[in-house]
């Protein structure tokens, strides 16, 4: 997750999370972590010291667990045979070294940030310390260590809590990654469940069986990281679930939008919520959901749409959506130019040559469907301004399909 | 002579497949002259739609050397995670299950063969799509500069095996778009492949 450090989920630029819950986190973190010094120092000092001291042949293991027993970082920090509830909850804030340090405040300046956009921090802040005393919970009692006077500490397992929380809320959407490039092409967007599939799921679910046996392949607390992920998808669809939260609304504007809605006097089972999902696409346009949802109201409604409506919903669908779904936007057209609407032209005006393309080759199925496709291709043709720079690549494009296409039409597009 | 201006020259290509093509220049706006389709080779509606979106990529500009290195490092790094996790997966599989001789190989190889998939699938998502995962995620596309197809197979592991490892040797290589007007590398120009911007990304 170092490499490729999700910074945001992919929203407008009013709803995109503030920097403060992360930095206070950090902040508490750098906090404690600089009032334990003395006590790791000292817990250091003591490891050292006792590892140079000769043991007794009959019993070493049991002669060092009682040296370990009294070490110094058990006052703040549990382990498996010494622990109480309040050291499980300190060990969310306290880390071994420097690097464990720098490496989990990283990491929490996103998880925070990013868990921001959809709870009040109070939300946040909870999820991350029972999540993360759970894991620490969890690893202390059920992982099999060489000494039961090994500390389990780290804010890692609330990481991975605020982790799974925002994969629950922002798992159908995409999320900005930030890969260290020291410019904006540094910065990218990828489909949330892709990349925490591969990163939680595989990796630490695996890795955390390998933490059942004493030769365990590294220090990383991987069972610890499972459990904080379980509690935090767990509290977030518990929270969902109590607030309702519909699956097609991403960020907390549109939800709070949503939830004070009312129903209104004149309520039409068709058009109402079309303009409901259009009010909510307005807040944010990245929704895809939304756009898909709009979609299928097209494929079942188109007859009663109106133009207004379609050229509203049309103009929702940006080239990335365009790009990402081309079957459905296909689909859409076809169903419109079957059943004799027009499609609108502000929108057909302006769509990049490359989706025009690929919008056309999902009408290329069946054969009975391709006169769909001619037509779409002269809709856009007839749009374009003479002398455009598509303008010859599209009458080669025409002349290429009309003996091949099945019923070719020749009459002029239709559009709005 | 194309490799010194960095500029290729205004001239027809041909393809088997698809026909005769058209008299066209490089930058190749109108003036497409005249088709004329070769008899008794059948063309699909998709072959037809296939051809003009790669006619139109030809078209578009020639990606500048920071995409192109941020498209490769995010590429790296799939790759490594791929890898790595690959790895990490099967070091806890050999403490889990019984730790034999034999199974260890077995589970070696196995390991073994899956990071070649990965490494195969790369070279396959550069053949298909003409781009690999991330130069997919900017807006990339890698082109035979000579006829504006798609790269084939051959053509890719040349690219990349050959081609950048050139290009890692001699180290300037890859700092070459910096300076060539046509942005070409040095695998670019060894394997005749040109790297195109067709869109912003997604």
Redesign the interface.
């Known amino acids: 997750m170092i490499?490729?450090v999700p910074v945001r989920p992919e929203v407008p630029r009013p709803q995109q999370p503030r920097l403060w819950p992360g930095l206070l986190f950090v902040l508490i973190l750098g906090l404690v972590f600089l009032e334990a010094s003395p006590i790791l120092e000292n817990d250091n000092d003591y490891v050292t010291q006792i590892q140079a001291l000769p043991l007794k042949k009959q019993n070493p293991v049991s002669e060092m667990n009682a040296y370990l027993r009294i070490r110094p970082l058990l006052k703040i920090a549990p382990a498996k045979d010494d622990w109480d509830l309040k050291r499980v909850l300190l060990a969310n804030f306290l880390h071994g070294n420097i690097p464990h340090l720098l490496l989990n405040q990283i990491a929490i300046f996103a998880g925070a940030r990013i868990c921001s956009t959809f709870l009040p921090f109070l939300y946040v802040f909870c999820i991350f310390l029972l999540g993360g005393s759970i894991g620490i919970w969890g690893s202390v009692v059920f992982s099999s260590d060489l000494s039961p006077y090994i500390p389990h500490l780290g804010a890692s397992a609330g990481i991975f809590a605020l982790m799974g929380t925002y994969y629950v809320y922002n798992f159908r959407y995409r999320t900005k990654y930030f890969?260290w490039?020291p410019?904006r092409?540094?910065l990218?967007?990828?489909r949330t469940s892709w990349f925490f599939f591969?990163?939680v799921i595989?990796?630490e679910l695996?890795?955390s069986?390998?933490q059942f046996?004493p030769?365990?392949?590294d220090n990383v607390d991987h069972l610890a990281h499972v459990l904080g992920f379980g509690w935090g998808v767990l509290m977030a669809l518990v929270v969902r679930a109590v607030q309702r939260w519909p699956g097609f609304l991403q960020t907390r504007l549109e939800f709070l939008h949503w939830s004070k809605l009312s129903c209104p006097a004149s309520y039409d089972s068709i058009h109402s919520p079309i303009a409901i999902w259009l009010k909510c696409l307005q807040m944010n346009p990245y929704n895809d959901q939304l756009k898909s949802k709009l979609c299928r109201a097209i494929l079942l409604r188109c007859e009663q749409l109106t133009d207004g409506e379609l050229a509203e919903i049309f103009d929702h669908f940006c080239?990335?959506f365009m790009?990402?779904t081309p079957d459905i936007v296909g689909i859409c057209l076809k169903t419109l130019l079957s059943k004799q609407r027009k499609i609108p032209r502000k929108w057909l005006k302006h769509v990049?040559?490359?989706i025009v393309?690929?919008l056309?080759?999902t009408m290329?199925d069946p054969v009975e469907d391709?006169k769909y496709?001619y037509e779409f291709i002269v809709a856009y043709r007839n749009l374009q301004p003479e002398?455009g720079?598509?303008?010859?690549?599209l009458?080669?494009?025409m002349?290429?399909?009309s003996p091949?296409?099945v019923g070719t039409p020749a009459k002029s597009a239709r559009f709005q | 002579m194309w490799m010194s201006s960095g500029l290729l020259e205004p001239g027809s290509s041909t393809s088997p497949a698809t026909g005769i093509r058209e008299q066209r220049s490089w930058r190749g706006r109108g003036n497409m002259g005249h088709y004329i389709p070769k008899k008794n080779v059948k063309r699909s509606v998709s072959d037809t739609l296939t051809e003009a979106e790669e006619d139109h990529f030809l078209d578009c500009p020639n990606a500048d050397f920071f995409v192109r290195t941020a498209a490769f490092l995010l590429d790296g790094i799939f790759l490594f995670l791929s890898g790595f996790g690959l790895h990490r997966l099967f070091e806890a599989a050999s403490l889990v299950l019984v730790p034999t001789e034999s199974f260890q190989i077995f589970l070696g190889a196995f390991s073994f063969a899956l990071e070649a998939s990965l490494l195969y699938f790369y070279l396959w998502s550069l053949h298909h799509w003409g781009a690999s995962p991330a130069k997919l995620l900017f807006g990339l596309r890698v082109l035979n500069s000579l006829s504006g197809r798609r790269l084939r197979f051959s053509e890719v592991c040349f690219r990349e095996f050959l081609g950048k490892g050139l290009s890692l040797v001699s180290l300037a290589g890859f700092f070459l778009p910096l300076f060539r007007q046509d942005r070409l590398a040095l695998h670019d120009l060894i394997s005749h492949s040109i790297v195109k911007r067709v869109h912003g990304g997604l």
Do not use: C, N
């Open positions: 490499l490729l890969f490039f410019s092409h540094g990218f967007a990828l591969i990163d595989l990796l695996v890795l069986v390998a046996f030769t365990r392949t080239p990335t790009r990402l990049p040559y490359d393309i690929r056309a080759r290329a391709q496709l002398g720079d598509y303008e010859g690549q009458e080669l494009l002349r290429k399909l091949m296409v």
